[in-house]
């Protein structure tokens, strides 16, 4: 990977895997697809009920950027739910002082097609669109676009005449700040490397979306 200028943000690679990867974070803002239905859709385990059968993986500190309502979302509002996520979630990163080179996202199909178009500004006016894959394990790999200054584009609205950044609230679950992401990728856009790549399963690529 290359290097990038010391005052731009962390050049790091975006790997987004239906894989169960461990990581130090346990999020519900990744979480699978839901249609908007008139009951609740089920939803992942608490960190609390994870950490029970995974003690000591996951950090008791972190808190979730947003999560999907529990009657389920419209395709608009995954789309807005996800970048969102993205945008906190680099934001966060960019701020680290160890500078991050990488993460890891364990996510599902439609959210793993939706991030594609989202971190790539690529996103069709029809959504049933054959762009971006997800096979069963598939790794897809994303890397920052050069030359991204402290100013990045597609991030976090700023609330109106306060000056404060926007904040999702579970009081309003489908009330997402807005971010800006389309033609120009989420906090400054970001290139495909890997496209569902299912090259390290010796089945290769089975059940794609």
């Given amino acids: 990977m290359e290097e990038h200028p010391p005052t731009s943000p962390c050049p790091y690679t975006v790997h987004m895997s239906t894989l169960l990867l461990t990581n130090h974070t346990h999020s519900h803002t990744h979480s699978e697809f839901f249609g908007l239905a008139t009951y609740k859709h089920p939803s992942p385990p608490t960190r609390s009920q994870l950490a029970s059968h995974f003690p000591n993986l996951l950090s008791p500190h972190y808190a979730a950027v947003c999560a999907p309502a529990a009657d389920g979302e419209t395709i608009p509002t995954l789309y807005n739910r996800l970048a969102y996520t ?3 979630v680099i934001s966060a990163l960019d701020a680290d002082p160890s500078r991050p080179r990488a993460i890891v996202i364990c996510t599902h199909a439609a959210c793993m097609i939706a991030m594609g178009r989202i971190l790539t500004g690529r996103v069709p006016d029809d959504p049933a669109t054959d762009d971006f894959q997800c096979y069963t394990a598939s790794l897809s790999v994303f890397r920052r676009r050069k030359g991204v200054g402290g100013d990045v584009g597609g991030g976090i609205g700023v609330g109106s005449g306060s000056g404060s950044v926007v904040r999702w609230s579970a009081d309003r679950p489908r009330d997402i700040p807005s971010v ?5 990728g989420v906090m400054g856009g ?6 569902s790549g299912c090259g390290h399963l010796s089945g290769g690529a089975e059940r794609g979306w």
């Fill in 190 to 195: 970001w290139d495909c490397l890997e496209n």
């Fill in 180 to 184: 800006v992401y389309r033609g120009v």
């Fill in 86 to 88: 993205l945008a906190a």
